[in-house]
């Protein structure tokens, strides 16, 4: 599996929800809406999830396997900083 394509958006007011982004698989198969999040100045990434009647959460989409969900979260959080750093150096100039 190679992630082919991410596509991030920065929230504009983050508290703990840093961004949103899409990611496409092996140039064919796209999931959105994972979040970055900051927890204890840690990010992480959730996967897309949906709201039950019950109030519970359940994802809608994720990885089988670490390997896999480690991976996607390099690939994400890496582009989260990329993309941060262009924002933070777009407002210092």
Known sequence: MDITEVRLRLVKDPDKLKA????????????????????DDTLF??????????GE??????P????????????VIGKYKEELAKSQAKTAD
């Open 20 to 39: 949103v982004a899409s990611i496409t698989i092996d140039g064919c198969f796209v999931v959105h809406d994972l979040r970055v999040v900051e927890n």
């Open 45 to 54: 990434v959730a996967m897309p999830n949906k709201r039950l009647g019950t």
């Open 57 to 62: 959460f359940r994802d809608v989409a994720h």
């Open 64 to 75: 089988i396997n670490n390997e896999t969900r480690d991976a996607i979260a390099n690939i």
